[in-house]
Nanobody, 124 residues
Framework: VQLQASGGGLVQAGGSLRLSCVASGGTFSSYGMGWFRQAPGKEREFVATISWNGVYIDYGDSVKGRFTISRDNVKDTVHLEMNSLKPEDTAVYSC??????????????????WGQGTLVTVSS
């Protein structure tokens, strides 16, 4: 399974970005999907996750109410809509797939496949 993330860039505080992650080589519609981020000098942080059917969703506390995760099982794509961005949202954002995606999980170790990441920079 390969995951290709895109949509990162430079945005001013208060702005919005939409990240996308396209999967290939696997059965996307059966995977739980997650977004994680890693800022310079910090550990990787859970951002959001969505179950295989889109019914179960969970967000990290720092992004709840500002970010929205969604998926399109026809296009094998998961999105992360990011609004009201803050400088502290600056990080490399990576998507990940959980082969047993019935229940959403925040744990990195539950994810089997990872994309390469896309950089989001929020200026103040």
């Amino acid at each position: 399974v390969q995951l290709q993330a895109s949509g990162g860039g430079l945005v001013q505080a208060g702005g919005s970005l939409r990240l996308s992650c396209v999967a290939s080589g696997g059965t996307f519609s059966s995977y739980g999907m997650g977004w994680f981020r890693q800022a310079p000098g910090k550990e990787r942080e859970f951002v959001a996750t969505i179950s295989w059917n889109g019914v179960y969703i969970d967000y990290g506390d720092s992004v709840k109410g500002r970010f929205t995760i969604s998926r399109d099982n026809v296009k094998d794509t998961v999105h992360l809509e990011m609004n009201s961005l803050k400088p502290e949202d600056t990080a490399v954002y990576s998507c990940a797939a959980d082969r047993y995606g019935v229940d959403p999980t925040r744990s990195e170790s539950d994810y089997d496949y990872w994309g390469q990441g896309t950089l989001v920079t929020v200026s103040s």
